[in-house]
């Protein structure tokens, strides 16, 4: 049945009418560049800030951000990676992987001070399975494509045997956070931000918890 229908519409309308599908890929070395411009959406600048002070005199920010998402470990790299695609073109990126059971100690001697309050909410959740970028290009927002990335992490912690799934949210981000919640997300924690020359309108750094 679905098959007549789309091809009656092809028939009336045109193919070129026609809603293109999404599929979820694996991310490559190659993807780097949409995987820089994605985790940077997602921290809503804060990477970019944080990759300029990392960056030699003849790098970018986003040389630094490629770089890294080219890695074969950490938080940001391609093997962490899931992308959205739709004719051929990346439309969204999730970053998602186990918390350790066991967090280190936080000492902010011996950190960025920008980095302490996201440290210190991500130990409150150990041994989750963690959402640490999700994000959507502009042009494809509000068509679901958030959700489904959501679930796919879902589905990931769930084989992974994870009871819960975390992630930190800005709550200068309302949008963010209101799509967390209908996807019953809780906020349990919260710490003030530390921002030098980074511009947010958000004071705090949220983590959001749920039970699956």
Known sequence: MIAEQTSA???????????????FVKATKSDADAMAE??????????????QGMASADETAFDVGRK???????????????????GGETIAALVDYAQPDQPEPVDPSELPAMF???????NLAPGSWYINVLAVFPDHRDQGVGSDLIARAEANARQAGKKTVSLIAS?????????????????CAKRAMVKEDWENPGRNWVLMIKEI
């Open 68 to 86: 890294r998402a080219a890695r074969d470990e950490g938080g940001f790299s391609y093997r962490n990676t899931t992308l959205a695609v739709r």
């Open 116 to 122: 302490v309050p996201l440290i210190e909410l991500e």
């Open 38 to 51: 994605l985790i940077n959406i997602a921290g809503e600048g804060l990477p970019a800030y944080l990759w």
């Open 9 to 23: 519409r092809a028939a009336q309308f045109g193919a070129a009418h026609l809603p293109r599908t999404t599929s």
């Open 171 to 187: 709550d200068g981000n309302p949008g963010a956070m209101r799509l967390y919640q209908r996807h019953g997300f809780v906020a």
